[in-house]
């Protein structure tokens, strides 16, 4: 079964800092690009970040930009979204999808480009 696992969210301050994880289980995230995504209450979901299979293309939503880095640690079969500079309005659930292109190059930032797997969510509160 393919399955995509996100893990380390939680409670932080404004300017705090945390580190994402999602990790794959049942397939190799070494062929597919992956998304960030995140919906706060009330909202629409919405593309935070996505890095290409290759690595070489990385997208940010501009209210992230400067902040929020993504990585790849292919050998721990995982991908990473470190948040700093936190902000009341980065309160959300945060997704990961996976989806597998010809091109080594894409990147989508839109759900609709992530039609494979995606995690079950966790949960990021900033709070002052």
């Known amino acids: 079964q393919l399955q995509l696992v996100e893990s380390g969210g939680g409670l932080v301050q404004p300017g705090g800092s945390l580190r994402l994880s999602c990790a794959a289980y049942?397939?190799?995230?070494?062929?597919?690009?992956i998304g960030w995504f995140r919906q706060a209450p009330g909202k629409e979901r919405e593309g935070v970040s996505c890095?290409?299979?290759?690595?070489?293309?990385?997208n940010y939503a501009d209210s992230v930009k400067g902040r929020f880095t993504i990585s790849r640690d292919n050998a721990k079969n995982t991908v990473y979204l470190q948040m700093s500079s936190l902000k009341p309005e980065d309160t959300a659930v945060y997704y990961c999808?996976?989806?597998?292109?010809?091109?080594?190059?894409?990147?989508?930032?839109?759900?609709?480009?992530?039609?494979?797997?995606w995690g079950q969510g966790t949960l990021v509160t900033v709070f002052s």
């Open positions: 999808a996976a989806e597998k292109y010809y091109s080594d190059l894409m990147c989508p930032m839109t759900g609709g480009g992530y039609l494979g797997v």
């Open positions: 890095i290409s299979s290759s690595g070489e293309v990385i």
């Open positions: 049942g397939f190799t995230l070494d062929y597919y690009a």
